[in-house]
């Protein structure tokens, strides 16, 4: 089920595309996995399906490749589709008796949360590829992702992992990958950044044990992945909402605001500033204001 032309258009980048390729083999694997051991879909998988959908997959091709790596006779796939219905079924009459006795409780917040379960159905696994003409989660992250390498589509978390250190080009070249790979598997909604770094501290772990930096500095490999796949998402996901931006023609931004901000920060926290445009008194420039973008 690899990528189709489309799909390659799009990212354009040969080393961009293989991170979907290894995204996509992972998705199906840990689906595979879900499958074998509950003999049903969980919800889990299907929000893993879902948010391959979105990055234009079909979860149709998605749930066959499933199916080819449990190497399943027809009997048993037919199995896990009624195995499945009857799950969601009975989960639905649950959720529906708590929203009932939530709101006879007048506790809005569970009523609210009940909305929020699954199809009961297997509409979801028929749904086929979106149209990536349209603005895609996958035409997003690509632009996210030629923004913050400036062009070059390769260290998205801009890492600075171990240059001018003495190591191989192949052990950083596998250190960036993994970390990309990560960025990419968190940011698509695909795992969650738990999950995410996990499966590569994993195997790195096999010959890394700390993350050495220019500036003398070495981490422990899980807490240089954290941090770098943190930043990565984090910067990504500001890409993302400036093209938004542009798109919308959206000139003001609105910064949150959190407690325990440091002193120089928590003075610009809280207010709106302009975007694009001429700045003002009322809304002052935000990039100079905030110091956005700079490290």
């Known amino acids: 089920m690899a990528l189709n032309s489309e799909q390659i258009d799009i990212l354009t980048s040969e080393y961009v595309a293989g991170l979907y390729e290894q995204m996509e083999q992972d998705v199906i694997n840990d689906i595979a996995r879900r499958v074998r051991k509950t003999e049903r879909f969980t919800e889990t998988a299907e929000l893993m399906a879902k948010a391959m959908r979105e990055q234009g997959y079909s979860t149709g091709k998605i749930r066959d490749a499933v199916f080819r790596e449990v190497t399943t006779s027809p009997d048993y796939m037919q199995e896990i589709a009624e195995n499945t219905k009857e799950y969601k079924q009975e989960v639905k009459a649950i959720i529906a008796d708590t929203v009932a006795k939530a709101k006879i409780e007048n506790n809005e917040l569970v009523a609210q949360a009940g909305t929020m379960a699954w199809n009961d159905d297997m509409q979801m696994w028929q749904q086929h590829d979106i149209d990536l003409k349209k603005p895609s989660n996958l035409s997003q992250l690509r632009k996210a992702f030629e923004k913050q390498t400036m062009g070059e589509l390769k260290n998205i978390a801009q890492t600075t992992a171990f240059r001018g250190t003495q190591v191989s080009a192949d052990t950083l070249n596998a250190y960036t990958r993994s970390v990309d790979l990560a ?14 770094s996990k499966s590569i501290i994993k195997d790195l772990a096999k010959g890394m044990r700390t993350i050495d930096y220019k500036s003398g500095r070495s981490y422990h490999l899980d807490t240089a992945v954290r941090m770098s796949l943190r930043t990565g998402v984090s910067q990504l ?55 956005y973008g700079t490290v």
């Open 183 to 196: 960025i990419l598997k968190a940011a698509s909604g695909t795992f969650t950044a738990r999950e995410a």
């Open 237 to 291: 996901a500001g890409k993302i909402t400036e093209e938004n931006m542009k798109t919308t023609g959206a000139s003001l931004v609105y910064v949150d605001a959190h407690a325990g901000a440091r002193p120089e920060h928590a003075e610009w926290q809280g207010k709106v500033y302009t975007y694009e445009g001429k700045p003002s008194k009322k809304y002052p420039d935000f990039k100079e204001s905030t110091g």
